[in-house]
């Protein structure tokens, strides 16, 4: 504890009031911040390492077994598949070699029927030949001239001898063709001698198969003999006849490959088709890749980093708290003495608004006595050539004062509580004065102004001058959010009988949703600094709300935005009372 207490010492400052300067302190405060973040921080971010790193190995072992799993099963299925149709394909010729039908099919009409029937069945085969044991073509069906060609010094030829039946590679000919052949040896009756059959197929048969058993399981697909030479074409590799160097690989249905050959990791298995020369390959490219890891990668990753900015934010924290818990006293005092000076402030402008509208009055009231003595003596004289014209300026006079009054009256408020007075008010009329002030800024920035307005909206009892700033604020407000070239569209009606409304919508960029919850709060804000107070919608809700009614905002961002403000028809029984009060 003793040492702690000592180490702890080295960073913290000795003294609130003692001889270390601000930098000082500051750099104090900051080192041991930075060292107790350290320790925090690789404390917290240790086992999550560690956790995250078991689980994406564990994972991705998991998902490469599944994948090697599911490759196998198709592997089986696509081998089974091919099987059959080698199997097939042998019986068909071993149907034709019965041992008793040497001397039929020696016959070129029975042979040309042969190679009919299996064309129908394979569209593949292109000739049969019978040949003797010297290697004499006897009998040919095709539609080359290859009767009297002599096999006896083919490969193939003595291995179907010896095996009875002979599947070879695929090859070109003479005819520079791809193809293979199916050979079947058979005894002559009571001889020692043999003939064979020989049938031509040409290699289209093996790729139109292949492809009926693609599958989205493997990325390729492909026969290729022992010696690696492509029997079909691969994705990969080339087309038929091509040498494929990954297909070195054992015969057993169950081995498994892994390759980096320029096309990422892929997973190789590989099964050999019985009686042919040929292996069946079956390639899954960047298996560990696929959508499943990548969803898993993603979100261990995003849980990751939720776990580091976690541990990052709740270190940084205590670790701040620590350090600033001796400022603490001083900041709170000096928050306090900003509030106090602010407030002081805020007082201040408030007692100048209202000494200012106080002495304003005066003068005011000055004016009015003496336009309306004047309006009293017209009244004596007789009549001249500008009477009216005195009369008209005598009015225009007590109107200004009259709205001189009603502004040093408004600024009183600032200094005292103001009730609501209530009287009869025309509401459209009252939004139509209201857009009189504001029609020069609307027509400066190309605005349109759309008035929608009941004909026989009822008269309400409200208080007119608050009413006014109501409507001036959120009007002003959709004017500021337009900017230039837009329009404003105010609606006026009645609402279940008891209610008037007026829709207020613009064409402006929208409020998003974070900021549509928070625009009433006082304070809130989203102008440049300078360009704004945030008290203007927050007032606009509390003069509504004290009126008796109720404003409500929607909005789309790109669409604009819409204030519906109700009302009430007739006040409630409090706002009768301050009326006759």
């Known amino acids: ?276 020369p040929w292996m069946l390959v079956l390639i899954k490219q960047k298996y560990v890749h696929q959508a499943a890891w990548s969803s898993f990668r993603k979100r261990l990753l995003l849980i990751f980093l939720c776990c580091s900015v976690a541990c990052l934010v709740i270190s940084y924290s205590l670790s701040t708290m620590l350090t600033n818990r001796i400022r603490e006293t001083d900041e709170k005092r000096q928050s306090l003495l900003t509030e106090a000076e602010h407030s002081n ?39 001249f050539k500008y009477k009216d014209k005195f009369y008209t300026s005598i009015a225009g006079i007590q109107n200004g004062v009259s709205r001189c009054k009603a502004i040093t009256h408004r600024l009183l408020g600032f200094a005292r509580r103001m009730d609501v007075i209530l009287e009869e008010i025309k509401l459209n009329e009252l939004i139509q004065e209201v857009l009189n002030f504001l029609e020069k800024e609307a027509m400066y920035n190309r605005i349109r102004l759309e008035l929608h307005f009941q004909e026989d909206l009822p008269t309400i009892y409200c208080d007119k001058g608050q009413l006014q700033q109501i409507f001036l604020n959120i009007i002003n407000n959709a004017i500021d959010a337009i900017g230039k070239d837009g329009l404003i569209s105010i609606t006026s009606g009645v609402l279940q009988a008891k209610d008037v409304v007026v829709k207020i919508q613009d064409s402006g960029p929208g409020i998003p949703p974070n900021i549509l919850k928070h625009i009433f709060d006082p304070f809130f804000t989203t102008k440049a600094p300078g360009k704004g107070t945030g008290l203007g919608l927050s007032i606009t809700y509390g003069l509504v709300k004290k009126l008796g009614g109720d404003i409500t905002v929607s909005s789309e961002v790109g669409k604009g935005a819409t204030f519906e403000i109700r009302l009430p028809i007739k006040p409630d029984k409090s706002a009768e009372r301050d009326k006759n009060e």
């Open 345 to 383: 402030k805020l007082a201040s402008i408030g007692r100048l608004a209202a000494g200012v509208a106080h002495e304003i009055n005066n003068p005011l009231a000055i004016i009015d006595q003496k336009s309306g003595l004047m309006q009293d003596l017209l009244g004596l004289t007789e009549d």
């Open 1 to 276: 504890m003793n040492k702690f207490n000592r180490w702890l010492a080295k960073f913290l400052p000795g003294d609130e009031y003692g001889t270390d300067d601000a930098s000082g302190m500051n750099k104090r405060y900051k080192t041991f911040r930075i060292s107790l973040l350290t320790t925090m921080l690789t404390i917290s971010m240790l086992p999550a390492t560690i956790t995250a790193a078991i689980g994406y190995f564990q994972y991705r072992d998991l998902l490469q077994t599944t994948e090697r799993e599911q490759l196998l099963w198709n592997l089986e299925g696509a081998h089974k598949t091919m099987q059959a149709l080698i199997n097939e394909l042998h019986s068909s010729i071993e149907f034709i070699v019965r041992e008793d039908r040497c001397d039929e099919i020696l016959e070129q009409g029975t042979l040309d029927t042969m190679l009919i029937r299996l064309k129908l069945k394979y569209n593949g085969f292109v000739d049969l030949g019978v040949i003797d044991s010297r290697g004499i073509q006897l009998t040919y069906a095709g539609p080359y001239k290859l009767q009297g060609y002599n096999y006896r010094v083919q490969e193939w030829f003595d291995q179907v001898v010896s095996r009875g039946f002979y599947i070879s590679n695929v090859f070109l000919g003479y005819r520079n063709i791809p193809h293979f052949v199916i050979a079947i040896s058979k005894k002559r009756p009571d001889t020692e001698e043999f003939w064979v059959l020989r049938a031509t197929i040409n290699a289209d048969t093996l790729q139109n198969f292949i492809s009926t058993i693609n599958t989205k399981a493997s990325d390729d697909i492909f026969l290729v003999s022992r010696t690696g030479k492509l029997q079909t074409s691969s994705r990969f590799f080339g087309n038929s006849m091509e040498y494929c160097p990954v297909c070195e690989t054992s015969s057993h249905i169950h081995d498994i490959v892994k390759l980096e050959r320029g096309m990422g990791d892929v997973l190789q298995v590989s099964a050999a088709l019985e009686n042919t």
